[in-house]
């Protein structure tokens, strides 16, 4: 449960140089600006309160519903505020539709976003990543809500609010920033080549330049980590993709370690054994044979992976061993030497220079360093194709008589 403010009185503000009289019905314009600065939360959520207040006469608002809903609901700490508002009042725990509402309101006000606004599909894949993302970090046990405790545990609220005050949304790393919606759905729609929002086995194969062995591919989809879609299925949707590429580009989270630990943990009994690693280390080895590189033996690739590691028991390696302060910085070489083979390789040839200037630079995580890095390759590349379109046009313009032809006819 919040926290109860102390010594907190709810003063109604003078709207056009007159209070709120106690009859007086306002509409969402005026009753925006009536509670301005009177929650702690940002302009966006006005929509929110102005809904579930008026939820019986949608049309106006009164001062007597607004002194009800305020004494019930804002006098708490921030954390508690916005859990209440954000869910359904009958509710006790806040579902991904819950947050649809506060998404949109962000969209049609936000400085930053609002080149959207002629861009309805984008908008909406937005709300979905804005989504699956909080969900991502907070609903750790893929519960499908997000209760007071895993809210206030991931300080939730903290992002809503850096959305709020920031101009740039970009600079709002959790859950908002434009630039990594951007990457998702990019690399989302370049692996979907028939643009049925679905992503098959083959395509997902493609995925990094190839770099995922087929064995890793299969239990994915085999749902080895979490079922496709919200009722399961054979494809890949957009939203288990998100949650796929968030745990492929920053395997150092825990969500990640625990997606990869089901997957590769074959018979579903919580220990990775040997036999379990050695499987899908063969299909590895296999292919860096078949592509000329030197083969490191299992048992080697192995030791070295326990000496990182550390492995608590003697007869594998568990979710907690991955998790142990210090480990969550090479649990992703484990990983990356039994599926991902570019990685992997790039591993073995570090430098050791660009290992420590990574270590330095301004990023939190390895996401934000991949989405960053990403982004500007997507815009590098979108710049190009603007370019040569251009160009495409001089010659056009520049030709002869003979060459001038009317597109349009």
Not at 215 to 243: K, T
Request: charged letters at 35%; hydrophobic letters at 35%.
């Amino acid at each position: 449960m919040g926290l109860r403010r102390s010594n907190t009185s709810i003063m109604m503000p003078e709207i056009g140089g007159g209070e709120w009289g106690e009859e007086e019905r306002k509409g969402f314009k005026d009753f925006k600006k009536a509670i301005k600065g009177l929650h702690p939360l940002p302009d966006f959520f006005s929509q929110r309160i102005y809904s579930k207040i008026t939820k019986n006469s949608p049309s106006y608002c009164t001062k007597k519903q607004w002194n009800t809903w305020s004494s019930e609901n804002l006098d708490w700490d921030v954390g508690e505020v916005f859990f209440r508002t954000v869910k359904e009042d009958e509710s006790e725990v806040i579902v991904k539709d819950d947050f649809i509402p506060i998404i949109t309101s962000l969209l049609q006000t936000h400085p930053g976003l609002e080149f959207l606004s002629e861009h309805k599909e984008f908008q909406e894949k937005y709300t979905v990543t804005v989504i699956a993302r909080i969900f991502y970090e907070v609903d750790k046990e893929g519960l499908g809500h997000l209760t007071r405790r895993m809210c206030r545990k991931r300080r939730v609220w903290e992002a809503f609010l850096r959305a709020g005050e920031e101009e740039d949304i970009n600079k709002v790393m959790d859950f908002f920033s434009y630039e990594h919606f951007y990457v998702l759905y990019c690399r989302f729609w370049e692996l979907d080549s028939d643009r049925d929002y679905k992503i098959s086995r083959a395509d997902l194969l493609k995925y990094g330049d190839h770099s995922l062995s087929h064995a890793i591919v299969d239990r994915i989809f085999e749902n080895a980590p979490r079922p496709f879609g919200r009722r399961g299925g054979e494809e890949m949707g957009y939203e288990d993709f998100i949650y796929f590429m968030l745990s492929e580009e920053n395997k150092q989270n825990e969500v990640a370690v625990r997606y990869w630990f089901e997957c590769l943990d074959i018979d579903g009994d919580g220990v990775l054994s040997t036999m379990d690693m050695k499987s899908f280390y063969n299909v590895q080895s296999h292919r860096m044979q078949c592509l000329g590189h030197d083969v490191v033996p299992f048992e080697d690739v192995l030791c070295q992976m326990y000496d990182l590691i550390k492995p608590q028991g003697k007869d594998g390696v568990v979710v907690s061993d991955f998790l142990q302060p210090e480990c969550d910085k090479v649990s992703g070489a484990l990983f990356d030497a039994l599926f991902n083979l570019n990685k992997y390789l790039q591993f073995e040839s570090r430098d050791p220079f660009l290992e420590r200037t990574k270590r330095e630079d301004e990023f939190d995580n390895d996401w934000d360093r991949y989405a960053c890095v990403d982004y500007n390759r997507l815009a590098m590349e979108e710049e190009q194709r603007e370019d040569d379109r251009n160009q495409m046009e001089i010659e056009w313009e520049g030709g002869d008589g003979d060459n001038n032809m009317n597109m349009g006819e």
